[in-house]
């Protein structure tokens, strides 16, 4: 039972903690409440930080080789016209690796082989009935009354977390942003194109290639909370951006109207007080979820769970180790919500003059030196996760755990 870690919530933040806490030799248990692991049919950026993270647990090479960023790409107007230009080459050079754009999908099933059968038990609602303390386990209880007594509970239960309104009742939780995003996954066109962020007057859109041939876009659009065309949304995408530059129009001729996924963006724009209570841990959107305008809502997620049990590694107490897990990621992940809010506010302008101003001076400064698509992740994508070495976290493990059968 000491060992037992439950983890609340099979997304890319839970199982990439079951997949680190499971090579420290521990036994790990996800509760999934969704009936199967499928997420949502879109693409997701893994940048060099989360690259990093996930090399600590085998995975950063696989996620490498799905890279498919070559060449030239940028931000551009609806016109078409290029604000600044980057390459792929520059971007792997200043960070250290590619900007890979990946399907969820294939960063699920990566995360999924990586852990024992059995070790995900889907369809499974669950909540933190007692967080522990240093002398005492957590329970926690499933919608079925099972109970489970762990050392560690990992809440990675997303941006609605449940256990976080438990553990933080006065925390206000999650805001609207204020925007709506529209994903789409769809084969790629016939002529070659720049992978490309388009930003429009309180719109954007972004194009990004997919290793197996496909197509990631992705758009956003200030707009009321709730709100849904009356029709179909890829009718909403064609009158948003029919008339932007190619290969949109193409990418909405391609596209089925069932294929396109649409979401409000909430943010915890008021950080939590701590993200650990007794022998509970939050993580990934439960902690601090973010607008997708830096696209790493999921990097921070998976950092977060190699930090989490870099720290618990270092074995109990686990009051210091959560603590410790605290002190390195909440300052780092309140910083990131907050820059991605104001690049949120930057992209969304919608008044033209303040249009024409923006565009004029990402031009300029573009102009100057290195884009601002690259210079806006310094501090972010160069993260390095802590230095530890798994072999040595084991064996330290095994050492310290063999006298100490009767503590959780
Ligand atoms: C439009 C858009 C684009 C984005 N693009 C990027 C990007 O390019 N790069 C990036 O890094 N991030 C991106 N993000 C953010 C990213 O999707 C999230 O930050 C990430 O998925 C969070 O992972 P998570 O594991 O914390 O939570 P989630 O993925 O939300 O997983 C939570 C899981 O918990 C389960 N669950 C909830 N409650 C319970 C319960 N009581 N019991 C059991 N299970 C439960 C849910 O079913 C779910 O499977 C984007 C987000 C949006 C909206």
Redesign the pocket.
């Known amino acids: 039972m000491q060992q037992h870690a439950v983890v609340?919530?099979?997304?890319?933040?839970?199982?990439t903690a079951a997949v680190a806490l499971h090579r420290q030799g521990r036994r790990v248990t996800v509760?999934?409440?969704?009936a199967s692991?499928a997420?949502v049919g879109?693409?997701?950026?893994?940048?060099p930080n989360?690259q990093r993270a996930l090399d600590v647990i085998g995975l950063g090479d696989p996620v490498r080789a799905l890279a498919a960023w070559q060449g030239d790409g940028g931000m551009r107007t609806p016109s078409g016209r290029w604000l600044c230009r980057t390459d792929a080459a520059a971007a792997a050079e200043r960070f250290g690796g590619p900007l890979v754009?990946l399907h969820?999908a294939t960063l699920v099933d990566l995360l999924r082989a990586a852990l024992p059968d059995g070790t995900v038990r889907t369809g499974?609602?669950?909540?933190v009935a007692d967080p522990g303390d240093g002398r005492r386990p957590a329970r926690v209880v499933t919608a079925d009354g099972e109970t489970f007594e762990a050392g560690l509970v990992v809440a990675?239960?997303?941006?609605?977390?449940?256990?976080r309104r438990g553990l933080f009742p006065d925390h206000p939780g999650p805001a609207y942003s204020g925007f709506t995003?529209w994903?789409v996954v769809v084969p790629a066109p016939d002529r070659p194109f720049a992978p490309h962020e388009t930003w429009g007057a309180g719109s954007l859109w972004g194009t990004q290639p997919l290793k197996d041939g496909r197509i990631y876009a992705?758009a956003?659009a200030a707009a009321p909370a709730g709100a849904h065309a009356a029709d179909d949304e890829r009718a909403e995408l064609l009158r948003r951006f029919g008339d932007w530059h190619d290969p949109i129009p193409a990418i909405l001729a391609a596209a089925a109207p069932e294929d396109v996924l649409r979401?409000d963006?909430h943010h915890l724009i008021t950080s939590l007080p701590a993200f650990h209570r007794g022998r509970v841990a939050l993580?990934?959107?439960?902690a601090h979820?973010?607008e997708?305008t830096l696209?790493?809502?999921?990097?921070?997620?998976i950092e977060d769970a190699i930090v989490l049990a870099h720290h618990v590694a270092a074995g109990p107490p686990v009051d210091r180790a959560l603590a410790a897990y605290t002190a390195d990621r909440l300052p780092r992940t309140t910083a990131i919500v907050r820059k991605a809010a104001r690049t949120g506010r930057l992209t969304l302008l919608s008044a033209r003059p303040a249009v024409a101003v923006r565009n004029t001076l990402i031009a300029a400064v573009s102009r100057c030196g290195p884009g601002l698509v690259l210079r806006g992740f310094d501090g972010i994508a160069d993260w390095s996760p802590p230095a530890a070495t798994y072999a040595a976290d084991r064996r330290d493990l095994r050492e310290r755990q063999e006298p100490r059968t009767t503590r959780h």
Not at 156 to 163: E, L, N, P
């Open positions: 609340i919530g099979g997304g890319i933040g839970g199982l509760l999934e409440r969704a692991l997420p879109a693409g997701i950026g893994l940048a989360a754009l969820r499974v609602t669950a909540s990675a239960d997303g941006i609605h977390s449940a256990v995003t994903r992705y956003m979401h963006v993580l990934g959107d439960a979820a973010m997708p696209g790493q809502g999921g990097n921070q997620a």
